[in-house]
């Protein structure tokens, strides 16, 4: 089915590029309109500003949103940024994509990031995500090339996806010490109870060890936990 979409774009800023922006975008008045669905946005503001060479900021700020990055950050560089880091633990799956791949900078990330969802209309509407949030989400975390150190953090307190509602959802992604980690958990609510989900893996010496734990809280119970290298 066709979509229109319209807005009202004022721009004023320099740069070649989103790394080298300095000054604002301004939205006004973003309508989408779909047989399915009619989005409007009031407005959404993206500034970005320079001080030196190792310390930038971007902000994005609309009624359902805001989220801003801060410090060294370079958009071309983040991937090789990620795979470095991911590396260390898993140097096979690493060396396999870069066989044919070499590259001629290197990494000097270093910055923060936080990103504030009132809802999730914007994200559903514009990439047709089945998503609806019943309480803010939030994500927020760092990456460090020198120190080789990344972490992101994410909470879903309420929210539905298709037809199914989750509470307490949470997603963590940390290299502390000598693995990389990542942590996730959930509880689906179901009419007799809830089910609670929680999935832990951990890199570490180019092999993954999986732990999956389940379990649920209504009148007949039940657990379970398997475990996977």
Known sequence: PQSELSLKLQANFTG????????DICID???????????RL???KMTSETRDA???RLTIISPSFHASIEGNYSYRTLPLSLKQIL???????????ESNVK???TPENDFGFDLYLADAELFSSLFHVPLTLYAPATVKG??????GRLRMEAY????????KFYESAMLLCENPADRFRAHARFNEIKSEGAVNVTLEASARGDSIDTQLHWGNSGVSTYSGHLNAM
Do not use: A
């Open 16 to 23: 070649g590029s989103i790394d080298e922006m300095n000054g």
């Open 29 to 39: 008045s973003l309508q989408l309109l779909s047989p399915e669905k009619d989005f």
């Open 42 to 44: 009031s407005n959404l």
């Open 156 to 163: 879903l307190p309420r929210l539905r996806y298709k037809q």
């Open 54 to 56: 190792m310390h930038k």
């Open 103 to 105: 590259h001629t900078f």
């Open 142 to 147: 760092y990456v460090n090339d020198r120190m």
């Open 87 to 97: 590396g260390r633990y898993l140097p096979s799956l690493m060396e396999q994509k």
